[in-house]
C-alpha cells in the first residue's frame, strides 16, 4: 500500500469514527470495507442495514461528510 493510499484510508476511517455515535443514537453503525480509487465502500450495519431511508444516510449525511472532509472521495458506496 502506498503511502498516498494509506493516509487516504485513515483520513476516511477517521472521519467514520467521528460519525458512528450519530448513527448508533438511531441503533445503526457503519463500517468500512475499502477504497477503489475516489469510492469509499462502506457496509451500514444495524438498523442502517435495513432502513428505508438507508439510501439518504449514506449519501445525504455519510458521503456529504466524508466528501468534505477528504476532498479526494467522490462517492460512498453500500457493499
Do not use: H, W, Y
Not at 498516498?4 to 472521519?15: F, G, K, P, S, W
Amino acid at each position: 500500500m502506498t503511502n498516498a493510499i494509506a493516509t487516504l484510508e485513515q483520513q476516511v476511517r477517521e472521519t467514520l469514527e467521528e460519525l458512528r455515535p450519530a448513527l448508533q443514537m438511531d441503533g445503526g453503525d457503519v463500517e468500512f470495507v475499502g477504497i477503489d480509487g475516489s469510492v469509499v465502500q462502506v457496509r451500514l450495519l444495524g438498523a442502517c442495514g435495513g432502513c428505508p431511508m438507508a439510501t439518504m444516510t449514506l449519501v445525504g449525511f455519510v458521503e456529504e461528510r466524508l466528501k468534505q472532509r477528504v476532498p479526494e472521495v467522490r462517492q460512498v458506496v453500500s457493499v
